[in-house]
Every structure is written in structure tokens, then in C-alpha cells.
């Protein structure tokens, strides 16, 4: 069976998806999306990923918590940057970060996390290094931005996958 369907969660996503997109679950639609999952399952397995490894599960919903708690305050921060109506771009500027995070899936859910928090994005990781380019746009004080990835995020990432 694991020939057939190598992702089943990742096959069932899929056909939930297609589903929910064109609002039907007729017979063409279910078959049609059922083939595209099987075919999506067997195009992950040719790319052979590495299977993730958690070693602190509970650290995972923590982590989960406090990152929509700081989307909510960043959002609120560049709303307030936004209406202040100063002159755009000020304190905007990139930063540079050593990481200790060497796990592939820890480096893409912070560059995830990162990204999807308002006013912050990853633009580059130097991967020999150990070097992450970061955007901010309101940069005052890059010690206090390089504490709060690495005590915020990468430590608790870490926690999860290494």
C-alpha cells in the first residue's frame, strides 16, 4: 500500500483541497481529485524528502502560540508605523544573524515564521557560514532584533528538531 499512496496525509490534503476549491464533491470530482493526489504522492516520493524528526512535540504548540501572538503585535507595530505617517523607510534596513540551526525543516519553519511576520523578511542564508540576511523595517537596535530570533526562535526550534 505504501507503494500506492507514499503520503496519504499529504494525498487527503489534496483531494480535500481541490474539493473545497471548485465547491463540489460530484463523482468527476472526487476522481479527478483523487487522481491528481495520487499523482502529487508519487512526485514527493521521486524527490525522496527527509522525513522530518520532532524531538519535543509540546515545544512545537508553544512555539505555535507565541509566533500568532507576535504577528498580532507586529501587525499592529507597522499599522502604527503606517499611520504615524513619517517618512517611509527610515529605519529600515537588513541585518545579518548567525544561527546555530543546522536542520533543514528548523531553517524553513523560521524562514516561514520570519516571513510571516509584518515587517520582517528573510532574504538570504548563507548555509556555509551559518549566516541569515534579515530585512527589517523598523530597525533601531540590531542587538534586540538578534536576541529575539535567537532566544525567541531558534532556540525553541532547536528544542523541536535537533
Not at 104 to 112: C, M, Q
Request: net charge positive; no cysteine; aromatic share 6%.
Amino acid at each position: 500500500m505504501n507503494w500506492l499512496l507514499p503520503y496519504p496525509l499529504l494525498s487527503a490534503a489534496l483531494l480535500v483541497l481541490w474539493l473545497l476549491l471548485n465547491q463540489s464533491v460530484s463523482a468527476g470530482h472526487i476522481i479527478l481529485g483523487g487522481v491528481l493526489a495520487v499523482l502529487a504522492s508519487w512526485a514527493m516520493a521521486t524527490l525522496r524528502p527527509e522525513k522530518p524528526r520532532f524531538r519535543r512535540p509540546g515545544a512545537i504548540l508553544r512555539l505555535a502560540g507565541m509566533v500568532l501572538i507576535d504577528i498580532l503585535r507586529s501587525n499592529l507595530a507597522v499599522g502604527r508605523i503606517i499611520v504615524r505617517s513619517r517618512e517611509p523607510g527610515v529605519n529600515a534596513g537588513f541585518l545579518t544573524i548567525p544561527l546555530a540551526l543546522r536542520n533543514r525543516h528548523g531553517l524553513a519553519v523560521l524562514s516561514v515564521i520570519i516571513t510571516s511576520t509584518p515587517g520582517t523578511i528573510w532574504v538570504d542564508y548563507d548555509a556555509a557560514k551559518g549566516t541569515l540576511l534579515l530585512h527589517v523595517l523598523d530597525l533601531v537596535d540590531e542587538t534586540a532584533w538578534t536576541r529575539l530570533i535567537k532566544d525567541r526562535y531558534e532556540r525553541r526550534l532547536m528544542e523541536v528538531f535537533e
